[in-house]
Nanobody, 124 residues
């Protein structure tokens, strides 16, 4: 059984920082492309950061320079450090993964497995 479990969400003021984690089980984690998506109320789920099997990190323009995605294959864990948070970053954040190289790092259809989500709220 493949499971992705996120943790680390919470509430923070604008300009603050939060770190998210996602622990994977039931997978050969080092062979998985991984990503963080987010979904705000009434909006589509969007990819914000992704990391390849080889460790190449990619970001959507709105979070470049503020968010950092990383992975620890020995611990089957994906990390997401979010700095300089803005109210528009408020959303449910989801960890996603798929075996091998995904066909699209920032599309929902590029991933097979999803976590349950963790809420991030940024107040002004």
């Amino acid at each position: 059984l493949v499971q992705l479990v996120e943790s680390g969400g919470g509430s923070v003021q604008s300009g603050g920082s939060l770190g998210l984690s996602c622990v994977a089980s039931g997978v050969t984690y080092s062979t998985y492309s991984m990503a963080w998506f987010r979904q705000a109320p009434g909006k589509e789920r969007e990819g914000v950061a992704a990391i390849s099997v080889t460790g190449t990190a990619m970001y959507t323009d709105s979070v470049k320079g503020r968010f950092t995605i990383s992975r620890n294959n020995a611990e089957n864990t994906l990390y997401h450090q979010m700095n300089s948070l803005k109210p528009e970053d408020t959303a449910m954040y989801y960890c996603a993964g798929t075996v091998g190289r995904t066909w699209s790092y920032f599309s929902r259809s590029g991933y097979t497995y999803w976590g349950q989500g963790t809420q991030v709220t940024v107040s002004s």
